[in-house]
């Protein structure tokens, strides 16, 4: 059941990477209306930290949510991993493609909630109060926008690491044409 495998692998990936939640819930690592250039950047390289180990983690993550025995598991999966990459260079770098393309469509649809639902407005006393901030953030609305970026990247990584077990598991041409021979030689009775 290939849809049930990857709705596995999902929620491990979903409880794997709570870590990128927990980065995105911080309005001021992630946004420059709420905090200063320096978070900014903390929390952008932070992003991208998370988001490589989340990627080459993937596999690993599949592995707990559907091993095969002695084919694919938690410690093989890295290892096959590599074998994929080796193997099948293009079908591993479209499976990486499109999982990018998933974590962009995240950020797309991140911009639309957050275009629908505004986290971030003008602070009306900020220029009366030199102590006030400029923007004032909606942290409800904010978070509406964070976990919804954070269902599609973890779909994205979901993606990844399933689409990488397939092609780890899914027999090579090699192996193939060695079942023929097999089969060539077995007598008919």
Avoid: H
């Avoid at 990477?17 to 932070?46: D, H, K, N």
């Avoid at 998370?50 to 080459?56: G, T």
């Avoid at 770098?93 to 957050?114: K, S």
């Amino acid at each position: 059941m290939p849809l049930a495998v990857f709705l596995r692998t999902w929620l491990v990936s979903i409880v794997a990477c709570l870590p990128l939640l927990a980065l995105l819930l911080v309005p001021e690592l992630m946004r420059s209306r709420a905090g200063s250039e320096q978070l900014l950047m903390i929390g952008t390289f932070a992003l991208l930290a998370l988001l490589v180990a989340a990627f080459v983690a993937a596999p690993v993550m599949s592995a707990i949510a559907a091993p095969v025995a002695e084919r694919w598991t938690p410690r093989s999966a890295v290892r096959k991993t590599r074998a994929v990459w080796r193997s099948r260079t293009g079908q591993a770098w479209l499976t990486l493609g499109v999982a990018v393309l998933i974590y962009a469509a995240a950020q797309v649809v991140g911009y639309w909630v957050g275009a629908a639902v505004p986290s971030v407005s003008d602070n009306p006393a900020f220029g009366t109060d030199a102590s006030a901030s400029r923007w004032l953030i909606d942290y409800p609305a904010y978070a509406l926008q964070a976990v919804t970026i954070y269902a599609i990247t973890t779909l994205a990584v979901a993606w990844y690491g399933w689409r990488i077990r397939s092609l780890a598991l899914a027999p090579t041409g090699a192996d193939a044409d060695a079942r023929s021979r097999d089969l060539a030689a077995t007598p008919v009775e």
